[in-house]
Antibody
Framework: EVQLVESGGELVQPGGSLRLSCAASGFTLSSYWMNWVRQAPGKGLEWLAN????????YNADSVKGRFIISRDNAKNSLYLQMSGLRVEDTAIYYCARDAYATGSSDYWGQGTLVTVSS | QSALTQPASVSGSPGQSITISCTGTNSDVGGYTYVSWYQQHPGKAPKLMIY???NRPSGVPDRFSGSKSGNTASLTISGLQAEDEADYYCCSYTTSATPAYVFGTGTTVTVL
């Protein structure tokens, strides 16, 4: 069974840093592009970043460019999102998702991890 | 990257058909066949319903169909059922800035 489990979300002060993790199981992580997507409370979905199978190709949304870094460790079956310079507006549920067809179509999602940025 | 435009809400009676539109530009929806649709129930993770404009993943009922004309993609739900009540989001590849993806604003579907 394909599973994605995010962790690392917590309350952090503005300007702080946080590293989110996504543990993958039930499939070969190294075969797929992966995405991070977030959803602010009561708001819509926002695509944040993606990374190719071996990690040498990455893209970010303009809203997080220079602050968020996506990475992966296929040997550990894990995806990461390093976040720095956090702002109140970064408060959201953060999801990792598997890109099924390398076309931005995410067929499996984690349950999400909540990041709250507040003083 | 600006969000794709969707109607805030669409409603229909059980058994009816509804269509949700997703309007972008020729730098996203109009320029590529990488449009997907997601269903999200409250408190749950999104679920992929359509990928690459018209394709349905295994397990998604054939009541759900996707299409595209120009800069507008559409999701049609035929034979609307109570369990279809949810939020729906489109997503497209975009080259308006660096290569990336952009979601739509989201549509709440209500089954009357």
């Amino acid at each position: 069974e394909v599973q994605l489990v995010e962790s690392g979300g917590e309350l952090v002060q503005p300007g702080g840093s946080l590293r989110l993790s996504c543990a993958a199981s039930g499939f070969t992580l190294s075969s797929y592009w992966m995405n991070w997507v977030r959803q602010a409370p009561g708001k819509g979905l926002e695509w944040l970043a993606n990374i190719n199978q071996d990690g040498n190709e990455k893209y970010n949304a303009d809203s997080v460019k220079g602050r968020f870094i996506i990475s992966r460790d296929n040997a550990k079956n894990s995806l990461y999102l390093q976040m720095s310079g956090l702002r109140v507006e970064d408060t959201a549920i953060y999801y990792c998702a598997r890109d099924a067809y390398a076309t931005g179509s995410s067929d499996y999602w984690g349950q999400g991890t909540l990041v709250t940025v507040s003083s | 990257q600006s969000a794709l435009t969707q109607p805030a809400s669409v409603s229909g009676s059980p058994g009816q058909s509804i269509t949700i539109s997703c309007t972008g530009t020729n730098s996203d929806v109009g320029g590529y066949t990488y449009v997907s649709w997601y269903q999200q129930h409250p408190g749950k993770a999104p679920k992929l319903m359509i990928y690459d404009v018209t394709n349905r993943p295994s397990g998604v009922p054939d009541r759900f169909s996707g299409s595209k004309s120009g800069n507008t993609a559409s999701l049609t739900i035929s034979g609307l059922q109570a369990e279809d009540e949810a939020d729906y989001y489109c997503c497209s590849y975009t080259t308006s800035a660096t290569p990336a993806y952009v979601f739509g604003t989201g549509t709440t579907v209500t089954v009357l």
